[in-house]
């Protein structure tokens, strides 16, 4: 039987090339003045928060620019971005980049007008108020922040960094801007890892013991359109249609995830990024078969609609195996490592297998985890961070 359900989503959608235009309206139209655009060096260097800070300019709006946010951002880049925004005197905030930006940018939203420090926002529902007006665009397709009510943040306080994730409806977005012609400058392995990533979203959430009706269409769409676009989206950054149908995939799985939740891959994948620095998109992919292998006794329907999905015309007498070799090769065409060791040399950390233990605590504790299909034990959990290694 169903339960009451609220389904949330950010208050409006800009969407399609040239939505970057609408930022000045939007901000106008709640009667602001001054925004802190949270981005990253990346994001400066290419020419993408120029072209933001163009068009507030033209509009008359002044703004303040945080710069610091770093891959998996940490507690520190909260701090200081919300340092900046007290000292400019703004009154409102648009995270730029992917997920680290908006993250970011919703946890300096957090200390705005909850107070405090980010750690005590840990967990389910603990804001106590709205974020400041707050707009998300997303450079990657991606990480879906633009249209979810979580942000993770890594702690870097205790004797080792680990993933806060917060999860409340207030922490969407008022308006997001999804605008393909951000994307086109993306280097392929980051379209490839944050296009994995999108995916994870989409299969987590159809899989998801707490799916419905409304995330299962949103998901399934997803799920079909990357399997069509990300060889393209990787292939040629130029590839307009392939960035715009990836844009709307990213987006359609965002909000799919953040009503019905995720589940074991995030939660062997948070660790992965936290102890090592693998990117999230990359320790998402090479996790993602393992676990499906590990799921697909809980979920064999709804593993046969996502090897549908793949467009394969041959589903063989285990289609869920179809769909988990589906992925397997997707992830191989565009070039993720397929291994944690791999991954691992491609950044040039060194990786230690005595980690597991404490990984596989911190992945059994993650909010994802309660909503994966198939209930873990710790000792599954090693077995899987064992077969990925
Ligand atoms: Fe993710």
């Known amino acids: 039987m169903s339960t009451v359900t609220a389904f949330q989503l950010a208050d409006i959608l800009y969407t399609g090339a040239g939505a970057l235009g609408k930022t000045p309206e939007s901000l106008k139209a709640a009667g602001l003045k001054k925004p802190l655009i949270v981005t990253d060096k990346g994001i400066v260097k290419v020419g993408l ?39 400019e005197g703004c009154d409102c905030l648009i995270g730029m980049g992917g997920g ?45 922040s633009e249209s979810t009510c979580a942000a993770v943040i890594t702690n870097t ?24 012609l951000l994307m086109t400058g993306l280097p392929p392995f980051i379209t490839a890892a944050t296009g ?15 799916a419905m009706e409304y995330t299962d269409a949103l998901a399934i769409g997803a799920i079909k359109l990357i399997f069509k676009y990300l060889r393209r989206a990787v292939a040629n950054g130029n590839d307009i249609e392939a960035r715009e149908k990836m844009a709307y995939a990213q987006t359609m799985a965002g909000i799919a995830f953040s009503n019905a939740g995720l589940g074991l891959v995030h939660s062997l994948a948070h660790p992965l990024s936290a102890f090592y620095g693998i990117s999230h998109g990359d320790a998402n992919a090479l996790v993602l078969p393992r676990v499906l292998d590990f799921n697909k006794i809980a979920c064999r329907e709804k593993m046969a609609e996502i090897a549908r999905a793949a467009g394969l015309a041959d589903l063989g007498p285990y289609p869920e195996d179809t769909a988990v070799e589906a992925l397997r090769r997707l992830s191989a065409d565009v070039r993720i490592p397929a291994t ?4 691992a040399a491609r950044i040039g950390v060194k990786i230690d297998p005595k980690d597991i233990g404490p990984m596989s605590k911190d992945a059994l504790n993650e909010v994802s985890t309660p909503t994966n299909p198939r209930v873990p034990t710790l000792a599954d959990i090693e077995a899987l961070y064992n077969l990925c290694w």
């Open 49 to 87: 928060a120029k072209r933001l800070e163009d068009v507030l300019s033209a509009a008359g709006l002044s703004y303040a620019l945080y710069d610091g946010t770093v891959p998996n951002p940490t507690d520190d880049n909260v701090g200081e971005a919300f340092a900046l925004y007290a000292k």
């Open 100 to 144: 680290s930006s908006m993250d970011t940018a919703k946890g300096c939203g957090v200390l705005a007008t909850s107070g405090g420090t980010i750690d005590a926002y840990r967990g389910m529902g603990l804001l106590k108020a709205r974020l400041p007006y707050f707009i998300a665009i997303p450079t990657t397709a991606g990480t879906g």
């Open 157 to 180: 306080k205790g004797d080792h960094h680990w993933k806060m994730v917060l999860l409340d409806g207030r922490l969407l977005p008022d308006a997001a801007v999804i605008d393909p």
């Open 196 to 210: 994995m990533d999108a995916m994870t979203h989409a299969i987590e959430a159809y899989i998801s013991v707490a």
């Open 340 to 343: 944690i060791t791999e991954a």
